[in-house]
């Protein structure tokens, strides 16, 4: 019987998460009420209060559910930890970059998450620490890039005139304002189509 509860409150609030998502994407965050949500998901409000203390918190909730596996994901893939160690630092960089696309041109709740968090959210108010908290995230990839950058110039693989932190800054602030693109290009006709393309030749820029 404990189990069964349990089980009944995880669905329940994964219904409450997939609500608000959707919510989100159709009225914007700042619009989107939390009796909103609970009448999206057929709950009662007080069963929201029971999983969240609040917008912000079910926001977070909301975008862990698809960053937290990005991040291990981006371990394995960037810093060639546990079988990527045999690809070269370069090929490790296109990768993470292409394979991210992938993931959000076939997974819808991925896709969504994102269209939320860039297009449907003021970051102020009780979401000011929401913003601190995805710039301090950015910082932790960019770091990850440049570790894999200066393995690339240990190797010989890129020029060193400029560091590894200027060539991993780069990439991050390229791949933040392609991703900002993909989201809004909803036809696919300006950028969705082409970021395969786009992502190859930033990489190969920098080849030596």
Same mark, same amino acid.
């Given at each position: ?77 960037? &810093? *060639?930890?546990? #079988?990527?160690?045999?690809? +070269? ?6 990768? @993470? /970059? ?56 240990? &190797? *010989?693989?890129? #020029?060193?005139?400029?560091? +590894? ?6 990439? @991050? /602030? ?35």
């Amino acid at each position: 019987m404990v189990r069964k509860t349990k089980e009944d409150a995880a669905i329940t609030r994964q219904r409450i998460i997939c609500a608000a998502r959707e919510v989100f994407l159709q009225k914007g965050v700042s619009r989107t009420s939390l009796e909103h949500i609970a009448s999206h998901a057929g709950v009662t409000r007080g069963a929201v209060y029971w999983h969240f203390a609040n917008k912000a918190e079910l926001f977070y909730a909301m975008r862990e559910e698809i960053y937290l596996p990005l991040i291990d994901r981006m371990d394995g893939v960037l &810093l *060639g930890n546990p #079988d990527g160690s045999h690809i +070269a630092p370069l090929e490790r960089i296109r990768n @993470h /970059l292409q394979v991210t696309i992938q993931m959000l041109d076939q997974d819808q709740t991925m896709r969504e998450t994102y269209e939320v968090m860039m297009t449907k959210c003021e970051y102020v108010d009780e979401f000011a620490d929401v913003l601190k908290s995805i710039l301090t995230n950015c910082n932790s990839l960019v770091h990850k890039l440049e570790q894999t950058y200066a393995k690339a110039q240990e &190797l *010989g693989h890129v #020029d060193t005139r400029l560091t +590894a932190a200027e060539l991993a800054l780069d990439t @991050h /602030l390229f791949f933040s304002g392609l991703l900002h693109m993909w989201v809004k290009d909803t036809e696919g006709s300006l950028f969705r189509d082409r970021a395969a393309q786009l992502i190859d030749a930033h990489i190969n820029l920098r080849k030596k």
